[in-house]
């Protein structure tokens, strides 16, 4: 392994992204789990791939996700457990997109706890919702790595071409303006209140998620630094 490559430090317990469709949970959390060495979890890239693989999970899950309405918790909760009980989640990881309810949250709080886990450390990513907009329409992900551009603000070199593979660079089928709506609709109705939820746990960190990748990043990596400083 590169020297640059190896992980910077013991992560130890779940980093939890939360905020908003677009907020760049998915972009940080992805640059978090490489820098420690980490599993990434996206329940939403997890979900995408059940469709994919047209398993049980993904036939149930894929008209739910087409309307922009969160997939049921009993779904959810069982395939977060089976994941997490691997083995290469035993020094910890990154949730992206998930908990999104409070039931999420209780439930994953059950299982840190059995697993032996430290309290989840909680990065919320705060945005207005104008920009949110502009980011999720201008969004593409390769097709084969997964690495996420926008057209507008992080284009790759050659128009519709990854960067890193050369695999297609594709639009999620919820990422269309009416889909968006309903989206940041559930996120208010049903994930927002987890702000609170984890705010009176002391687990929360706030992230100023409108500012350039490079300085999320940079504050994400602090925050990080210092949770782990302070245990
Ligand atoms: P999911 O895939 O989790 O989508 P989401 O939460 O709606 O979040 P997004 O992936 O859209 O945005 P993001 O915050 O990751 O932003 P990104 O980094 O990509 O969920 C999809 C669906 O699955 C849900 O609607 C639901 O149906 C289901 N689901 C998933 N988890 C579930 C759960 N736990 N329970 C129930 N249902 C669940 O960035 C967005 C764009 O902005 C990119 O183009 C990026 O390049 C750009 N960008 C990022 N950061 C910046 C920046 N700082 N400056 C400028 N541009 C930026």
């Known amino acids: 392994m590169a020297l640059e490559q190896r992980p910077v430090g013991k992560l130890d317990r779940a980093v939890i992204f939360l905020g908003p469709p677009g907020s760049g949970k998915g972009t940080q959390a992805k640059v978090l789990a490489e820098k420690y060495g980490v599993p990434h979890l996206s329940t939403g890239d997890m979900l995408r791939e059940h469709i994919a693989q047209g398993s049980l999970l993904g036939l149930k899950a894929k008209p739910i996700m087409a309307r922009g309405e969160l997939v049921p918790d009993s779904l959810v909760l069982k395939m977060v457990a089976e994941r997490i009980e691997r083995p290469d989640c035993s020094h910890g990881f990154v949730f992206d997109g998930f908990p999104r309810t409070v039931t999420q949250a209780k439930y994953l709080g059950e299982l840190l706890k059995r697993q032996g886990f430290k309290q989840p450390f909680v990065i919320h990513m705060v945005i207005g919702n104008a920009l949110l907009l502009r980011r999720l329409t201008g969004r593409r ?29 594709v639009q999620r089928p919820d990422d269309r303006e009416e889909v968006i709506k309903q989206r940041l609709h559930a996120y208010e109705k049903l994930t927002s209140p987890l702000v609170a939820y984890y705010r009176r746990h002391g687990w929360l960190h706030e992230i100023d998620a409108s500012k350039s990748v490079a300085e999320v990043e940079q504050e994400i990596e602090q925050a990080v630094a210092s949770m782990r400083g302070a245990r």
């Open 141 to 169: 992900t390769c097709k084969i790595g997964g690495e996420i551009y926008n057209i507008y603000d992080r284009p790759p070199k050659v128009e519709g071409i990854c960067d890193n593979d050369g695999g297609e660079l």
